[in-house]
Antibody
Framework: QVQLVQSGDEVKGPGASVTISCKAS????????ITWVRQAPGQGLQWMGR????????NYAQNFQGRITMTTHTSTTTVYMNLRSLRSDDRAVYYC?????????????????WGQGTRVTVSS | QSVLTQPPSVSAAPGQTVTIPCSGS????????VFWYRHLPGTAPKLLIY???KRPSGIPDRFSGSKSGASATLGISGLQTEDEADYYC???????????FGGGTRLTVL
């Protein structure tokens, strides 16, 4: 069965960086992109960006440009999301999600399987 | 500030039907598909509706989706107490190639 298992919760200081992993199993890894979404306390879901494990192509939300990097390791079927220069408002639960391309379209996806979430706390 | 607009909350009694609206623009819902997710805080979101009105396997037909222009609606009939959750609409901004979500609607089953 399809599973996305994320790394554990993190506590970081302001200005630090965090890397969250998302290990995929149960499907052909390179055939599906991975999107990252976060939810800050009391807020809605926020799309952060996506990566294609097939070719490593990424697309990041404007809000995170310059602070975020997504990478994939095909041999371990794992996707990584690194967020730098952490601020207090980066405190959130971060999710990875598998993308399904909408039939007959290019670049439009929905998310059918999600990781369990990784809580990131930013505190001095 | 979410790109798509949803009411913060809706409520209805068990057995009734509730609708949750989602409003966007010509660059997202108006030119693209809508998806709906259900989220219980502390758990992984779950896909309810894709491509405006299709249900994944395992989602009961009590859940329905529709789209008209730059707006969409999630319908839930035969409400059950376990339907209490946050519901999010999602789409894509085709000009920027980025995903967008609504702010979420908390459903309370009275």
């Amino acid at each position: 069965q399809v599973q996305l298992v994320q790394s554990g919760d993190e506590v970081k200081g302001p200005g630090a960086s965090v890397t969250i992993s998302c290990k995929a199993s149960g499907y052909t890894f390179v055939n599906y992109g991975i999107t990252w979404v976060r939810q800050a306390p009391g807020q809605g879901l926020q799309w952060m960006g996506r990566i294609s494990p097939f070719n490593g192509n990424t697309n990041y939300a404007q809000n995170f440009q310059g602070r975020i990097t997504m990478t994939t390791h095909t041999s371990t079927t794992t996707v990584y999301m690194n967020l730098r220069s952490l601020r207090s408002d980066d405190r959130a639960v971060y999710y990875c999600a598998r993308e399904i391309a909408v039939t007959g379209t290019v670049g439009i996806y929905f998310f059918d399987y999600w990781g369990q979430g990784t809580r990131v706390t930013v505190s001095s | 500030q979410s790109v798509l607009t949803q009411p913060p909350s809706v409520s209805a009694a068990p057995g009734q039907t509730v609708t949750i609206p989602c409003s966007g623009s010509s660059s997202n819902i108006g030119s693209d598909y809508v998806f709906w997710y259900r989220h219980l805080p502390g758990t992984a979101p779950k896909l309810l509706i894709y491509e405006n009105n299709k249900r994944p396997s395992g989602i009961p037909d009590r859940f329905s989706g529709s789209k008209s222009g730059a707006s969409a609606t999630l319908g839930i009939s035969g409400l059950q107490t376990e339907d209490e959750a946050d519901y999010y609409c999602g789409s894509w901004d085709t000009s920027l190639s980025v995903g967008v979500f609504g702010g979420g609607t908390r459903l309370t089953v009275l």
